[in-house]
């Protein structure tokens, strides 16, 4: 397995020609049907005001060069017969005390989703905080990751990679953070890879059982919040579980397309004070990440943990399931305003859980979006649990 040195480069032609398929696009004048405001999809302003911001505000270099302060490398991971691309960040700490972190996104994330802890993780301010060396790998199909290259491939798959990726970077031992699909390699690493010493997840989507009495009033919002997910939301899952071709196709070469698709999830999955009024970072967030999809031509493949992957209805339990129990110490922090947030006495059912956390003000990104919560839960969890 060789590591290369990898930094983003998007020529200006290819900027020049996003930029001009967004001047050339043809938006709707109107809503679906009157008053639609967001029960049919995003409200149409908001494709205005993304558009028109992403066309005459949005800086891709200067994004570009904020994203290559850090480290990228590609690493070609021999397992199998095959060799598989792996796009990553490095960044060590410079403490000595630092321990190993590998942070793995989801759909619609990428590896950008963890921008705002990586320099906090790496080299605290206070000398007393717990540092780590921090990794974080593009998905098989995400960005410059190559895809899967069969069918059949899973999230396990992704963990034995991802862990052969941490062996070969010299750590026999690391922690993990993951949410979304990431959530799904964290879960196989922790449970079945002996290098994996603690697991901390923002996603962990066991739903409360019918019969279950006393619910606390958090509890109640987050079965509301979970019935309405699944009934409401979850349009796009069925297409790339059943037709990523199609749904890629149409996408691949169409930036306001990829934007209706992964933006979406952006404004939906997300504390309400980021969208009223509009917060001007978290539109630079949505369009950074929009803005890879399309020059890295991944929108098709990075559906595919939809069609070779657990469906949303069987979520729950794929992970009460034995094999997939996290027997090393698991800590787990419950965003009020994820997709579909867990509670402790659901989550305690899926691993060894020995921290627990709410948010009441954050969302599915949430490394993106509440940034000192995962901070903090992190350092308190491995700084207490992890054991080299």
Known sequence: MGISPFKIDIPEHEVDRLKRKLQDTRLPKRPIVPE????????????????????????????????NRHDHFIADIDDETFSLRTHFTHTRSSRDDAIPLILIHGWPGSFHEFDR???????????????????????PGFCWSSPPPRRGWTMKDTARVFNKLMNQLGYSTYVVQ?????????????ANFEECKAVHFNFCPVELDEGITGLTPREKVIKQRQQDWLDNHLGYAVVMRTRPHTIGVALTDNPVGILAWVGEKYIEAVHPSKLDPPDP???????????????????????????????????GNFFLKKENYVSVP???????????????????????????????DGGHFAALERPDVILRDCRKFFGQWFKA
């Not at 302003?45 to 570009?64: M, P």
């Not at 993780?121 to 990794?135: I, Y």
């Not at 993951?178 to 922790?190: I, P």
Request: aromatic letters at 18%.
């Open 178 to 190: 993951a949410g979304d699909w990431g959530s799904f390699v964290a879960r196989e690493l922790g």
């Open 117 to 139: 802890v990586v320099d906090a993780f790496t080299n605290p301010e206070d000398p007393s905080q717990r540092a780590f060396h921090v990794v974080i790998p593009s998905l």
């Open 36 to 67: 639609a405001g967001s029960d049919y999809g995003p409200p149409i302003d908001w494709f205005q005001r993304l558009h028109k911001t992403w066309l005459h505000e949005f800086d891709w270099f200067s994004v570009q060069k904020h994203l």
């Open 281 to 315: 970072a978290w539109d630079q967030a949505i369009l950074t990440t929009c803005s890879l999809y399309y020059f890295t031509d991944c929108i098709m493949t990075s559906s595919l943990p939809y069609f070779e992957g657990i469906k949303h209805a069987d979520f």
């Open 330 to 360: 698991m800590g787990y922090t419950s965003f009020l305003y994820d997709t579909r947030p867990g509670t402790e006495r659901t989550v305690k059912q899926t691993g060894n859980v020995v921290f627990y956390s709410e948010c009441d």
